[in-house]
């Protein structure tokens, strides 16, 4: 099981304690968007499983560009 998740100061999966995961729990911080970086991820993938998204409605509406490439620009790159 590979978990792709935005690196910075909490990501998602920091927050549950890396260190109590399994070991064949691998985390890979990567920005759903750097396409080049998540396409390598990807190759190595039988099944994915696609729950990156930008759930802010106010951050939707204050920068709506960056929701797009969040929420439907980075899906697409994956899916190429």
Same mark, same amino acid.
């Given at each position: 099981?590979? &978990?792709? =998740?935005? $690196?910075?100061?909490?990501?998602? %999966? ?8 399994? #070991?064949?729990? /691998?985390?890979?911080?990567?920005? &759903?968007? =750097?396409? $080049?970086?998540?396409?390598?991820? %990807? ?8 729950? #990156?998204?930008? /759930? ?25």
């Amino acid at each position: 099981v590979t &978990v792709v =998740d935005l $690196p910075g100061p909490l990501p998602a %999966l920091q927050r549950c304690r890396r260190q109590q995961l399994p #070991a064949t729990v /691998v985390w890979q911080p990567c920005d &759903v968007c =750097d396409t $080049p970086r998540l396409a390598g991820l %990807l190759e190595q993938q039988d099944v994915v499983f696609w729950l #990156a998204a930008q /759930v802010s409605h106010i951050g939707s509406m204050e920068e709506p560009l960056v929701d797009l490439d969040v929420n439907y620009r980075s899906l697409l790159g994956a899916l190429e």
